[in-house]
């Protein structure tokens, strides 16, 4: 049996956005007064060093539970309604922490900026 040629199928709105995308020219870049060139910079450097503590803490989550899920290999017979408690600290833990971490990051990266 012959194989049939593939078709692509697109839906008419996205030829024609990719269509405009094509014909459009590159807004220039505004350029900013050297007095906000300078606030700029200097928000961006102390942003950036607020950021920090935030991915230490992200490469201790991430990188802190499969090491203590090694290390603790009972937490696999342990079992929290049925469960599996090495399953829950995959499955449930990283998710609440993560959210945590997001949100004091945002809180101190808006006292910057307020700053």
Do not use: F, N
């Amino acid at each position: 049996m012959p194989r049939s040629r593939r078709v692509a199928v697109t839906s008419p709105q996205t030829r024609l956005a990719h269509s405009r995308r094509r014909a459009r020219q590159p807004s220039p870049v505004p350029k900013l007064a050297e007095a906000e060139a300078r606030r700029a910079a200097q928000a961006y450097r102390a942003q950036r060093r607020v950021a920090v503590p935030a991915l230490v803490c992200l490469l201790v989550v991430l990188l802190g539970l499969p090491l203590a899920l090694t290390l603790l290999p009972q937490l696999d017979e342990l079992r929290l309604l049925g469960i599996p408690v090495s399953w829950l600290a995959v499955a449930v833990l990283p998710y609440p922490l993560l959210v945590l971490l997001a949100r004091w990051q945002l809180r101190r990266a808006e006292r910057v900026e307020r700053e």
